[in-house]
């Protein structure tokens, strides 16, 4: 719980408190607190009552309609990262107030969002069950743990002010800009603005609808709705913020060919706790996120119309609408059901790709064709290597069927793989302690939820199949430290990655491979500008080595653009080691984080701040988000090495829209197995080579190597260690 500290000195003489007792030009207000008679019809904006506030930090109720008064400068609330500082007040957004404030200790800048529950609305026990609820359900996060930026504005905490009776949404430095009703005071947005709005917007639609989210409390929900999609929840930004003084009340400049990014916030889910009993409130559906689209697509194209009328506008009306591509127009139509309704974000998402990408000015799809020469030029190369192909590969099969031969004559009744968990047999019970690297992929695997099925963890699977068997984790800082757990009998097994041979009393079996992805900014707004463009898609370990121990100051360095490098690495001892082995040998010049937050920095810092940003991360952390752009790596005297490929065999590239063709692509099993993609590993069980010892390690192998066991091992985002032909 918090309590807000007012730590400026009270002005007990204050004239604008004992004037506004003798104000009596009250005015009826139009906001969901009716039962405050506020004189400028804006309780949570009132700029008299700001003044107040300001001048004397203990007036805490405004003097004339007793409404709980913002919260002074330098007043400070306890969260659970620590003590906020409140800059500045930066006025009213939804249902609350937004401040400018600091994480002490960090000096981490970000925006509080302060909510009210003011008595005259709100009983007692209300006030206690809205606070509650607050807390379980203000925040989302995907379900299986990935991270996905699909432009929905970040909740870092939710801290409820039970002596206050208000409520504090910690949120990133993206909730300070502006909005787009902000930006449409400059005058209507131009159809190419539209068609970026649109696009982006139905993409994080798409996201919110479809995806299974984790809330705060930790229930599960299987898609989410806005809710309160407008004008006012949809914040642009249009250039990199200047850091010492990002926070702007007024709308920058936007000319109609420039960039930008839109992020969604104030979502129904929390927002409409704060709306008093007496407004009358709806449940609503993922259709509702679609018409309100329509409409602020047509606010965004009819504003100078309806300035000049002074009158509210009805898209049902053609004479209200302004000369605009009748397909954009038909589009809008669609989203507002006036004529064919569409299904779905998704309906509506696949529909406008068909039309909208040919008259945009620069849409991703150029980029292709610029690679088509290319590609010509290099069929008649193909055919020789095809040929010569054919040849190589009817010796190998020669070869195959001979050694297959050899091989069933000494082995003629291999051991079939098992299906399930429960056909492993010979499991002794018992409680065994084994090691792996903390906060590694393993201890994510065991504790991560829906792999088998919903809401059921491997942990607990097997806690089902074999409930004599009890499982210690003992968690070790390096590979080298689990080892040794091994070999002095502190541990039975061991799960870690094989990265050096392994001493002579030890035996090991790989049971899946992941992968370090060096990772930049997948950026839509700014493709043809981003580092994915610039590089070529590729980098070499050797430029890689020169970026985390030299510290260029820019791209230019590394055949990109005078955009400055940032660097970072996960806290995951594990990745580091491999990074640290593959790459460096030594230590790292950059800025450690958790890597979801990593992932969500590298893009930030691109878009926000103009930096590109670079960091790397587990493959099974990265697939299947498009936050970032997983570079291909190249060895000196080998050909780059994409780890990502469509399920035709093809490998992604820089005019690949992750967003868009989200499950299309995975992992390329065969550049892992292989050892091709140079910072692929295996994870493998090691154990003793001891029959005096338990053969727990040996047991679990083989309930990870069952058909089961592998598909758990797919479904946490690893390369399972068997083909699919011998499965």
């Avoid at 930026?149 to 905490?157: A, G, S």
Wanted: charged fraction near 20%.
């Amino acid at each position: 719980m918090s309590n807000v500290i007012f730590k400026e000195t009270a002005d007990q003489d204050n004239p604008k408190v004992k004037d506004a007792a003798d104000h009596d030009s009250l005015k009826v207000i139009d906001s969901p607190y009716r039962r405050y008679s506020c004189q400028e019809g804006n309780p949570l904006g009132c700029s008299f009552l700001k003044e107040i506030a300001q001048t004397d930090s203990q007036v805490q109720i405004c003097p004339v309609c007793t409404f709980p008064s913002p919260l002074p400068d330098n007043a400070e609330i306890q969260g659970k990262n620590g003590i906020y500082r409140l800059d500045a007040w930066l006025g009213k957004r939804g249902l609350g107030r937004l401040y400018l404030a600091t994480l002490l200790g960090l000096n981490q800048r970000v925006v509080i969002k302060e909510y009210l529950l003011p008595q005259l609305h709100f009983s007692a026990a209300e006030i206690r069950e809205r606070q509650q609820t607050f807390v379980e359900v203000a925040g989302l996060s995907l379900a299986d743990g990935r991270v996905q930026d699909f432009r929905v504005l970040t909740i870092l905490e939710a801290i409820p002010d039970v002596r206050a009776s208000r409520c504090y949404l910690v949120l990133e430095t993206t909730a300070a800009n502006s909005t787009l009703r902000q930006y449409l005071q400059q005058g209507a947005f131009s159809e190419n603005q539209v068609y970026q709005v649109l696009q982006q917007v139905l993409q994080s639609l798409k996201f919110l609808h479809s995806q299974r989210f984790r809330l705060p409390s930790g229930q599960m929900t299987a898609g989410l709705v806005h809710g309160s999609l407008s004008l006012d929840s949809l914040l642009m930004s249009v250039q990199p913020m200047d850091l010492e003084n990002p926070f702007v009340t007024q709308a920058q400049r936007l000319t109609p060919d420039q960039d930008f990014f839109l992020y969604l916030c104030d979502l129904t889910v929390w927002e409409a706790l704060f709306l008093p009993s007496l407004v009358q409130t709806q449940i609503h559906s993922q259709t509702d996120d679609l018409v309100a689209l329509g409409t602020v697509a047509f606010d965004l194209l009819t504003a100078d119309i309806a300035k000049e009328t002074g009158k509210s506008l009805d898209p049902a009306i053609s004479q209200h609408w302004p000369a605009v591509d009748p397909k954009l127009k038909q589009f809008i139509l669609r989203l507002l059901r006036l004529e064919q309704p569409f299904e779905s974000a998704d309906a509506a998402l696949q529909d406008f790709y068909r039309f909208a990408f040919a008259a945009e000015p620069t849409p991703s799809i150029p980029l292709e064709a610029t690679l088509a020469p290319t590609r010509k030029k290099r069929v008649r190369l193909r055919w020789i290597l095809l040929l010569t192909s054919l040849l190589l590969l009817g010796l190998l099969g020669w070869l195959a069927i001979f050694l297959l031969s050899n091989h069933r004559k000494s082995s003629p009744h291999p051991k079939p793989l098992l299906c399930c968990l429960k056909e492993v047999t010979g499991i002794s019970p018992g409680t065994f302690t084994y090691a792996a690297t903390e906060n590694g992929i393993w201890q994510d695997l065991l504790q991560q939820k829906n792999l088998i099925r919903p809401g059921v963890s491997f942990e607990q699977q097997l806690k089902k199949v074999f409930p004599q068997l009890h499982l210690k984790l003992e968690p070790t800082t390096s590979t080298a430290q689990a080892i040794s757990k091994v070999r002095s009998g502190s541990a039975e097994f061991a799960i870690a990655p094989l990265l050096e041979p392994l001493p002579e009393d030890l035996e090991s079996q790989v049971i899946a491979y992941d992968g370090v992805a060096i990772v930049v900014a997948f950026s839509y707004t700014k493709r043809q500008q981003s580092l994915p463009i610039q590089l070529g898609g590729q980098m070499t370990l050797a430029q890689l080595k020169t970026i985390y121990t030299t510290q260029p100051e820019n791209w230019q360095a590394l055949q990109g653009s005078l955009l400055p490098i940032q660097q970072y690495s996960p806290n995951n001892a594990e990745v580091l080691e491999v990074f640290k082995t593959r790459v460096t040998n030594e230590g790292l010049m950059s800025k450690s984080l958790p890597e979801l937050d990593l992932m969500r920095t590298v893009l930030r810092d691109f878009e926000l701040r103009n930096i590109g940003a670079i960091g790397f991360a587990p493959f099974s952390k990265v697939v299947g988000q498009c936050s970032v752009y997983p570079l291909a790596l190249k060895q000196q005297g080998q050909a780059e090495v994409q780890a990502l490929q469509f399920k035709n065999g093809q490998p992604i590239s820089p005019a690949t829209d992750l967003c868009s063709k989200k499950g299309a692509y995975t992992l390329n099993p065969q550049v892992f197995q292989s050892g091709r993609y140079p910072l692929a590993y295996p994870l493998a069980v090691i154990y003793p080579r001891d029959n005096d010892r338990p053969h727990i390690g040996e047991k679990i192998a083989e309930l990870l190597k069952t058909r089961e066991g592998q598909d758990l091992l797919t479904e946490a985002g690893l390369v399972p260690s068997l083909n699919s032909d011998t499965q």
